[in-house]
């Protein structure tokens, strides 16, 4: 069994910060890579970052600059510093852990999603 669990959201004022906290537990090896997605309603959920275990990192355009992805290995925590909030960020924000091995192959696990809003 493999829990994936966020943690961090809320509600800020336009140009401030929230720093997200995503934990995998449980039967889990192989992580390849750890990312954080987001879903506003009547959207398609969509990338906002990613890393791999070997730290490289990716980020959607509308975050560049403002969102910094960041993750533990040892703790198989990852983060996601956010500043500058507008509220066209607004949504609710999931962590995602794809891990690779021979045995299982590639699978992904997703947490159960953190609301981040960001409204005067």
């Known amino acids: 069994q493999v829990q994936v669990v966020e943690s961090g959201g809320g509600l800020v004022q336009p140009g401030g910060s929230l720093r997200l906290s995503c934990a995998a537990s449980?039967?889990?090896?192989?992580?390849?890579?750890m990312a954080w997605y987001r879903q506003a309603p009547g959207n398609e959920r969509e990338l906002v970052a990613a890393?791999?275990?070997?730290?490289?990192?990716n980020y959607a355009d509308s975050v560049k600059g403002r969102f910094t992805i960041s993750s533990d290995n040892a703790k198989n925590t990852v983060y996601l510093q956010m500043n500058s909030l507008k509220p066209e960020d607004t949504a609710v924000y999931y962590c995602n852990v794809e891990t690779r091995s021979v045995a299982l192959g590639r699978r992904n696990y997703w947490g159960q999603g953190t609301q981040v809003t960001v409204s005067s």
């Open positions: 449980g039967s889990i090896f192989g992580i390849y890579a």
């Open positions: 890393i791999t275990s070997g730290g490289i990192t």
